[in-house]
T-cell receptor, first 110, second 113 residues
Framework: RKEVEQDPGPFNVPEGATVAFNCTYSNSASQSFFWYRQDCRKEPKLLMSVYSSGNEDGRFTAQLNRASQYISLLIRDSKLSDSATYLCVVNFGGFNKFYFGSGTKLNVKP | EAQVTQNPRYLITVTGKKLTVTCSQNMNHEYMSWYRQDPGLGLRQIYYSMNVEVTDKGDVPEGYKVSRKEKRNFPLILESPSPNQTSLYFC????????????FGPGTRLTVL
């Protein structure tokens, strides 16, 4: 079983749509959670950290559900430039190891 | 400009020929790490370092070595590359240990024939 699992997609949505991704993790001791964005085999770039209370950054909202062991990313008012692969990342605290999901591909179409 | 650099960006080599991929960061970060990315598998951690002279294995360390003699540099060494090490490699750094956000280099595409 993978440590972090994501639906690979692709999610094909029109501009202006709202889209949500989920990511599940297996280790209940996980302490830090992130969403990264990756464009076409370029380097991943941090989109946002995910906090227990949830957090929002403009059109992006991230939520953490520790009881069910998943994190989510909501993108409102999708733009063409949001087309990318979104990576879910989990850190197991004291082990200083990071586990990446294989990514969810988003295609935003005109 | 704050950045993580990797060299070379592209490399084609043959089985068994030792190679080193360099990684350098100018942000005075304590934590550095190497990943490989393969289709369908996502990024997998190879080795990481929490500070100078402190390194530890990630999930896929077999066939790789690292060293951290200076804070800014974290080279990845393949003593005897094999075709199954053909992959896209990323170096990353983080301001500290304890699961902070990471900053990635541009990647090194390695092909082992």
């Amino acid at each position: 079983r993978k440590e972090v699992e994501q639906d690979p997609g692709p999610f094909n949505v029109p501009e202006g749509a709202t889209v949500a991704f989920n990511c599940t993790y297996s280790n209940s001791a996980s302490q830090s959670f992130f969403w990264y964005r990756q464009d076409c085999r370029k380097e991943p770039k941090l989109l946002m950290s995910v906090y227990s209370s949830g957090n929002e950054d403009g059109r992006f909202t991230a939520q953490l559900n520790r009881a069910s062991q998943y994190i989510s990313l909501l993108i409102r008012d999708s733009k063409l430039s949001d087309s990318a692969t979104y990576l879910c990342v989990v850190n197991f605290g004291g082990f200083n190891k990071f586990y990446f999901g294989s990514g969810t591909k988003l295609n935003v179409k005109p | 400009e704050a950045q993580v650099t990797q060299n070379p960006r592209y490399l084609i080599t043959v089985t068994g020929k030792k190679l080193t991929v360099t990684c350098s960061q100018n942000m005075n970060h304590e934590y550095m790490s190497w990943y490989r990315q393969d289709p369908g598998l996502g990024l997998r951690q190879i080795y990481y370092s929490m500070n100078v002279e402190v390194t530890d294995k990630g999930d896929v360390p077999e066939g790789y070595k690292v060293s951290r003699k200076e804070k800014r540099n974290f080279p990845l060494i393949l003593e005897s590359p094999s075709p199954n090490q053909t992959s896209l490699y990323f170096c990353a750094s983080s301001p500290g240990t304890g699961g902070l956000e990471q900053y990635f280099g541009p990647g090194t595409r390695l092909t082992v024939l």
